[in-house]
């Protein structure tokens, strides 16, 4: 026949191609429950809304499991996952099974070696270009408001066996974890609307297995809920902030004054039985265009920064997702400007 190739022959040895080089690099979003079921979804599965709807189903979940984390990531990222008994694993975005929007998702224990009663409790995403520079610092938070700074290029080399990131003392876990440039300030939240604000620079840099020191002082009842990181040079940036029942607002980092750590905090909400306690508090910034919300019983909605109003410390915001009888918000994730285009 006289018609042209239409295949290409590429010269390439056997063998050397690498999975990044034929897997596309897609944004999506990483759905981890609280029973750890993990899966990937396509960013283009997620509609926008207004705020105040009900949104729709994002995860089909057991009665007794509820949506933990939600990144926004590409598949070629890296992604470290750190367990409430301080081990840390290291994956690609695309080893985690793409699923659709109301499938489960696996169970993690099938892509990592975890031990009995070890759950994953925190995702940290890494670019390719930073997963290679493993430039400054992992921080982290434990149930019970002990934190550790650690330098990150002691995990950029992490054994399928998982690496100790923390050494915890009896009765605690690990559940917060997130990076630092060494000059970041630090934001602690509790369930009862407590936060404190310091400099990361209180706590010195400790080895992978040092147990970390004192970050907030709890009240009788309260818990910690959340633990993010905010530039104390940025005077434009906004903390959202989410309560169980669906009520949040923003606020300015600038109205939280730095303090020394282990103190008990200022008023960050108004936390009343209409709001329910506070469920997070997440820094935000000019580069953030939208969250995704996802309730306990697995109802999602995509809402725009633009329809969040920004309130003070003392107030309890206004209502953001619409909740059946019983349900409550478990998880909010921050859509990049760049994602939601």
């Known amino acids: 026949l006289d018609d042209k190739r239409r295949t290409k022959i590429i010269n390439h040895e056997l063998g050397k191609m690498a999975d990044e080089d034929i897997i596309p690099e897609e944004d999506a979003v990483i759905m981890l429950t609280h029973e750890n079921y993990i899966k990937r979804t396509p960013m283009t599965d997620y509609r926008r809304q207004n705020r105040g709807g009900k949104g729709k189903r994002g995860v089909t979940t057991k009665e ?22 301080g081990r840390v694993f290291r994956l690609r975005a695309y080893d985690v099974p793409a699923a659709s929007l109301q499938a489960k998702g696996v169970a993690i224990v099938n ?13 940290v995403k890494y670019s390719k270009d930073e997963a290679a520079s493993s430039d400054g610092y992992l921080f982290m938070t434990t149930s019970n408001g002990t934190i ?7 995990y950029e080399n992490v054994r399928a066996s998982g690496l100790i990131a923390i050494k915890l003392d009896d009765g605690d876990e690990l559940r917060w974890v997130r990076r630092t440039s060494g000059h970041d300030d630090v934001i602690i939240s509790t369930a009862f609307g407590q936060a404190i604000r310091f400099n990361e620079a209180d706590a010195r840099p400790m080895g992978r ?6 970050g907030l002082r709890l009240r009788p009842g309260d818990k910690v809920v959340g633990m993010d990181v905010v530039d104390p040079k940025n005077k434009d940036q906004h903390l959202l902030i989410m309560s169980e029942k669906g ?5 300015k980092v600038a109205n939280f004054p730095v303090h020394k750590r282990g103190g008990v905090g200022i008023k960050a909400a108004v936390v009343t039985a209409k709001t329910g306690n506070i469920m997070t508090v997440r820094s935000i910034d000019s580069n953030v265009s939208e969250i995704i919300a996802i309730s306990a019983g697995g109802q999602t909605i995509r809402v725009g920064l633009s ?30 400007k760049d994602e939601e285009e």
Not at 70 to 85: A, C, E, G, I, Y
Not at 111 to 123: A, D, G, H, N
Not at 209 to 214: N, Y
Request: hydrophobic share 35%; net charge neutral; no cysteine.
């Open 247 to 251: 009520y949040g607002k923003e606020t």
């Open 64 to 85: 007794s499991d509820v949506v933990d984390q939600l990144l926004t990531v590409t598949t070629h990222d890296f992604l470290s996952f750190f367990t409430n008994k």
């Open 209 to 214: 297995s040092a147990r970390g020191v004192r």
């Open 307 to 336: 329809d969040i109003p920004t309130l003070g410390r003392t107030t309890q915001g206004v209502r953001i997702m619409r909740l059946d009888d019983g349900d409550s918000v478990a998880s909010v994730g921050l859509v990049q």
């Open 148 to 154: 550790k700074k650690t330098l990150a290029k002691e």
């Open 111 to 123: 892509l990592l070696q975890l031990q009995p009663e070890e759950k994953v409790t925190s995702i």
